[in-house]
C-alpha cells in the first residue's frame, strides 16, 4: 500500500519539521500579508493564493513521484504553502462580511466556517480510496488535490465578487455624494466669508475625519477588545485541531488501527455540524478517555473521533469564522471601514504561529497524543469561559 523508501524518510521526527514550516510559514504571512485584503481588490488577493497552492501542490506530488529526497527539499516546499495559503481565510472571510450585513450573517458565516472540514473530508478520502483501496503511490491524492483546487479557483476566476457593487467607480461615486450631502451646510456657511472671486476653503481637519480610521493596523488590532484573549485561546484550540488532523493517522498506524484515512475523516465530518464553544469541555473529556483505552475497535475509535471533532472541531469553527468577523464588527471600530481581514489575520496568524510550535512538542508525547490535546483544550476553555459568560449577559 505504501513505498518503503518513503516511509523510511518521513519519520515522526521530520514530520514534525515539515508541518512546523507549513503552520509557522502560514502564521507569520498571515499576520504581514492577510491585512491587505483590507487595502487591495479581494478577488485577486483570495485568488493569486489559491493558483500559487496548486502550483506547490503539483510540485510537491511531482518530487513525491520521483523520490527526490533532499532534506530541505519539502521543507521548502512547505513554507512557500504556508505563504501561498495566507492570503484564503481572511479574504474570503472579508468578501463575506461585504456580503451578509444583515440578521442572518451569523448564519451564513457558520455555513462558511464548515467549508474547510468539507474539504479535508474530500483529502481524506483521496487518500483512503486511492491509496488505501486502490493501493496507488503517495502522490495520487496530492495531484488530485492541486488539480481540484485548481478547477475551484478557474470557477471562482469568473464568479467570485468581493462586495454586491465590484465597481470600484460607483462605490467612490456614491462615496463623494454622501461627501458633498454632509459638506453642504459647511459649504453654506463659508461661502458668507469667500473672497470677491467666491472661492472659498474648508478647514482640513475635516476631510481628515472624513478619511481617518479607514483601515486598521496590526498593531492597534491587538488592543481591539476581546481580540488578545480569543487569539490565545484560538491558539490552544487550533494546535488540538492540528494535532489531531496531521498526527492522528501516526497515531493510529503505530496503534496498528486499519482503515486509518476513514477514522481521520471523522474529526472533519463531525466538526462541520458542531461548534457549541461550551462543548470544548465534553470533548476534552472523550480526548482523554481515548488516551486511557486500549485496543479500542474501529467502530470505537470512529465514534469517539466523530464526537471530538464535533466538539472541538466545532469550537475551532465558531471562532475561526463567526467570531473573528464580529470582533472586527464591534463599536469600537465603527469608523474602521477595512478592519475584518486585519483581525482575522492578527487571530488566525498567532494561532498558526503557535501551533507550528506544537508540531515539534507532539513527536515527544508520543502514545499521550490525546491526553496532551486534553490539556491544551483545558487551558483554551479556561481562557473562553469567561468571554462566553460575559457574552451571554450581554445578549
Sequence with gaps: MAQPGLDNYFNSQYLGYINFAFLMSYGLSVSAIGQLGDRMNLKFFVLIGAFSTCLIFCSIGFFLHYEYKHPYLFMILQILNG???????????AILNNWYMGPNKILILGYFSASPCIGNIIGDLYSGSLIGKHDLPYYAPIYMS????FTISIINLFALQQAPFPNETEELVEHQES?????EPILNISKENSNDSGEYSLPSSHFFKESEQLSLSYFDAWFVPNVAMYAFAFGCIKSVYYILGFWLPEYLNRNQVPDVAWITAMTDIGAAPGGIIICLWIGTVIMIIINFADNLAIFGYLILVFIIGFLIGGTYNNIAALITVELSNQDQLKNNKKATATIVSLIIGYASAFSAINQLIVPLVNDALFLYCGIMSIIGGIVLSPLLIKEIKRK
Design 146 to 149: 492541486g488539480l481540484s483546487l
Design 179 to 183: 461627501m458633498s450631502i454632509s459638506l
Design 83 to 93: 505563504i501561498s495559503q495566507s492570503t484564503e481565510w481572511s479574504g474570503l472571510l
